[in-house]
């Protein structure tokens, strides 16, 4: 009667839990579902600790229990600590590809234009970034929070890893400055455009009217030659 409470947990007699853990995390899943697995392996650790008897009495014997406890807590937890650095993995890993993309965005929008149509081409890529990539990554940085308080709660996380979740957080409010200054430059390089394109219509105008002149003086040596 006593072993059946341990049916629960065959599957970590048996190391199934294991074998079935280990490809759960091989495979694509919603984070809630990996933090599903965390709760289920850190329930079981818990029941085992403070539910099951160290000591049971069959009779007139004593079972002593403690050892396979601690052993089927210790299963536990290290399934646990398999899920949780998986986690931490691919938190890392999705942080540092939401970081990659604020970049990208940033330094083309900062790029400076080299001529009119590079103009165009930029200014339409940051009106296209503002509409549709901004709001994906947004929402995106708000998973990671997510992610981050539940990691805080769970595990000790390196200076680096903290770094790049530190970066996460701010590029929704760096773009912003970083979407201004490209107005700037767009504004300014247009300017310089406007007026380059000024300097050359005078310099055409005058180069017309000088070769006007031209036209005048040389129909007058005409005509003196005439007489």
């Known amino acids: 009667t006593h072993m059946k409470e341990y049916d629960k947990y065959n599957s970590l007699v048996t190391f199934q839990a294991e074998t079935d853990l280990l490809a759960f995390l091989e ?4 984070f809630r579902e990996f933090t ?27 079972a002593h229990c403690e050892t396979i406890n601690k052993e089927l807590i ?11 650095a998986k986690i931490t993995s691919l938190n890392l890993e999705a942080n540092k590809h939401i970081c990659s993309e604020y ?13 009119t149509a590079h103009l165009v081409e930029l200014k339409a890529f940051v009106e296209k970034a503002e509409k549709d990539a901004v709001p994906r990554l947004e929402q995106s940085v708000h998973e ?14 390196p200076a680096a890893e903290i770094q790049v ?8 409010n760096n773009i912003g400055g970083i979407f201004e200054e490209h107005r ?18 005078i310099k055409f105008t005058e180069e017309m009217e000088a070769l006007q002149h031209q036209l005048v003086d040389f129909k007058e ?3 003196v030659e005439d007489t």
């Open 165 to 172: 979740n530190a970066d996460t957080f701010m590029w929704p």
């Open 27 to 30: 495979q694509d899943h919603p």
């Open 74 to 84: 210790r299963r536990a937890d290290s399934l646990t600590n398999k899920c949780l």
């Open 184 to 201: 700037k430059i767009i504004r300014t390089s247009r300017e310089k455009a406007e007026e380059s394109l000024r300097e050359r219509r």
């Open 36 to 62: 599903q697995e965390v709760s289920k392996f850190r329930t079981w650790s818990r029941e085992i600790n403070y539910t099951k008897r160290k000591v049971i009495m069959l009779g007139l014997y004593e």
């Open 144 to 157: 990671a929070r997510i992610r981050l308080d539940f990691l805080l709660e769970n595990v000790t996380l």
């Open 221 to 223: 040596y005409g005509n």
């Open 103 to 115: 970049d990208a965005i940033a330094q083309k929008a900062l790029t400076q234009p080299n001529n």
